[in-house]
């Protein structure tokens, strides 16, 4: 019997990623130690003139825009591992680690689902996440998305566009445990999926375009 | 002369002009394949350590069969566990379809989760399942096949024949139904006898079969949409119905600038999630004042006596996780979700999966260690601020804990000590964020 409740459930995602060393990424949204040294450092630096709070808001990515700018970096307003090493600063050891899953988790529904109503979008991450708890995927959110071929969007690169804040909010909500598939593993379009195989299994719910089945 | 000279001229620029974008394909050519024989070589790395990784793991179980020594076998579970879990993530890398390797993924994630079970029970010096020497044999048997079938694979790929990347073609041109090309797509047959692993860990067979543990009267569809208007106020449409773990009646409500969805759980008529997709102003409610609000949401359940046991804050909501709480034991196996709007408080979300899974009627064991006996079992530089006593789930059992609250070295940790036999059954770590407290 499966018996996870959503706190062990989140503990086995934590245990699964903090036993892999991450890059940091500091984006809009953001927040935190980390978050709160960039603004340390940008503010010293004479980019930065907000408040030191941890939170990543449009002042900070401005911020941090202008300096990409000025040091020759890439202008995304995204502290990546370059940004964040021009500006001289390590990764805290105390961040959220799975604010990183979130995100990942939502540029998938982003890429996925974008156009659905907001339950199928939670939808999508629920299914990531019963991939993740069942023996018959990898055992991590970025194995189970990134495994070849497992979801259109990162066959064709739609998983590298920005999601909006719904996505995000979705993400968390999918994280947090709502699952509206009701434990599904698989879902798919019918007016344009073709695979036998898919359309053989018995629908467990349809919501929006998608269909899911287990 | 002149027109000699401009003719020349022409010419040049025409060769330089032609000379440059020759220059400039085989540069861009020499990019591409220096990129498909990087990603080529990774993908070699993965099937010859997937290859090797199913040969130790045979190399490791024959072992297990034969060993007598405790110790001996934890090291060879130990190192099985990681086995199978290299094996696991280089397979999942494959360009290979989902169907042509899922057993053998299930294979190896069980045998991960197997093994660490029962080393655990050798460590504990807990007695092993009865079926335990007759399961290893079979694993045994099970891994030798799938070997005999890779050997065709591994020996194309000592030879070189095989190029993965060109799968990867396949699989995305091909989308769903492509047959793979090579022996890679047919080493999983139906020669190959999987064992039927039952045990308390996860991927454990027969946790598909995830269905309520309490046999609850169905209730009708009306029935079911009269007690959602009752509980949120709020005129519903009925959407159908839907199977799954919790068979349901889907509904949906339509306001204004509003719009909710639901599920509610045929057997009993309980609610499986409710989420509102209304944009939520600016927090006008502080933590206590929302979470007053959770709980008088939580009395209209009538699910007898529950309390906050954690919370969460995204979005300007908080997510406030309730247990039962039974003669001062907490049920976390039946936690459910209530999520308040911090504009007005209006309950936007509600989760109850785990509760309409695990809740039934229980025999609570009396502790047979007390507080302080259980307190003695935790590190002693650990400062502990609160304990209670709680019903924990640990895999697929539930056991009675003394749960502590502490802090180390400015961190702080919940630490849950049984309170039948006094062993540590695990530790959480507890990171303060802006948003809130999240349990690690």
């Known amino acids: ?214 | 002369m002149k027109k000699i000279k401009r003719t020349t001229a022409m010419l040049m620029i025409a060769v330089l002009l032609l000379a440059s974008s020759c220059s400039y394909i085989i540069y861009v050519d020499s990019q591409r394949k220096q990129l498909a024989l990087n990603l080529e070589n990774i993908y070699q790395r993965c099937i010859i350590e997937a290859i090797t990784g199913l040969q130790n793991i045979e190399m490791d179980i024959s072992k297990l069969l034969i060993t007598n020594d405790n110790m001996a076998a934890v090291q060879l579970l130990n190192g099985l566990a990681s086995s199978a879990d290299a094996t696991q993530t280089n397979l999942s890398q494959l360009p290979l379809q989902h169907t042509a390797i899922q057993n053998t993924l299930k294979f190896v994630n069980q045998l991960n989760s197997y093994s660490k079970f029962i080393s655990e029970k050798l460590t504990r010096n807990e007695a092993l399942p009865e079926d335990y020497k007759q399961t290893v044999s079979e694993l045994y048997q099970t891994c030798t096949s799938i070997n005999g079938e890779m050997s065709e694979v591994s020996d194309e790929i000592a030879m070189h024949k095989i190029n993965v990347s060109q799968l990867s073609l396949n699989l995305k041109n091909n989308a769903q139904n492509a047959q793979l090309p090579n022996v890679l797509g047919n080493v999983e047959n139906d020669t190959i006898k999987y064992p039927t692993l039952i045990f308390d860990g996860p991927f454990s067979d027969g946790q598909e079969d995830n269905t309520p543990k309490t046999v609850r009267p169905d209730v009708t569809n009306e029935d079911a949409q009269k007690a959602l208007e009752i509980l949120f106020q709020k005129t519903f449409a009925s959407t159908g119905e839907m199977s799954g773990d919790i068979a349901s009646f889907g509904f949906k409500y339509e306001g204004k600038d509003d719009f909710a969805q639901a599920d509610v759980a045929k057997a009993g008529g309980l609610l499986n999630w409710y989420l509102s997709t209304r944009a939520i102003g600016d927090a006008t409610l502080d933590a206590s004042q929302a979470q007053q609000k959770a709980e008088e949401f939580s009395a209209r359940l009538n699910y007898g006596t529950t309390k906050v046991v954690w919370k969460e804050q995204y979005d300007n909501t908080i997510i406030f996780n309730f247990a039962p709480v039974i003669d001062d034991v907490v049920i976390y196996p039946d936690v459910f979700k209530v999520k308040v709007a911090l504009d007005n408080g209006e309950i936007v979300g509600f989760e109850g999966h785990s509760y309409i899974i695990n809740n039934h009627i229980r025999e609570l064991p009396k502790p047979v260690i007390n507080m302080e006996d259980a307190k003695a079992k935790v590190n002693k530089d650990v400062a502990i601020e609160t304990n209670r006593l709680c019903i924990a789930p640990l895999d697929n059992k539930e056991v009675l804990c003394w749960e502590f609250y502490g802090k180390l070295n400015e961190l702080s940790y919940v630490i849950y000590i049984s309170a039948i036999d006094g062993t540590e059954q695990g530790v959480l770590r507890i990171i303060t964020t802006e948003t809130g407290e999240m349990i690690l």
């Open chain 1, 1 to 214: 019997m499966k018996k996870i409740v959503s706190i062990m459930l989140i503990v086995c995602l934590c245990l699964l990623y903090s036993s892999s060393a991450q890059a940091i990424v500091l984006r809009k949204g953001s927040n935190g130690q980390d978050v709160k040294n960039v603004q340390q450092k940008l503010h010293d630096l004479g980019y930065y003139w907000g408040a030191i709070d941890g939170i990543y808001g449009s002042q900070t990515e401005t911020s941090v825009r202008y300096f990409q700018k000025a040091y020759g970096l890439t202008v995304d307003g995204v502290v990546g591992p370059q940004t964040l090493n021009a500006l001289g600063l390590q990764p805290s050891s105390g961040t959220t680690p799975s604010s990183s899953d979130v995100y990942l988790l939502a540029r998938v529904i982003y890429g996925e689902a974008r156009g659905e109503p907001y339950v199928g979008k939670v939808a999508i991450g629920a299914v990531i996440l019963n991939r993740v708890k069942s023996p018959l995927f990898p055992n991590t959110i970025a194995g189970v998305i990134y495994q070849p071929g497992a979801f259109t969007v990162v066959s064709d690169g739609q998983i590298n566009l920005t999601p909006d804040a719904d996505c995000i909010k979705a993400a968390r909500d999918s994280m947090a445990g709502w699952d509206p598939t009701n434990g599904c593993l698989f879902y798919y379009n019918p007016r344009t999926a073709t695979s036998q195989w898919m359309l053989s299994k018995p629908i467990s719910v349809t919501i929006g375009n998608h269909v899911f089945c287990r």
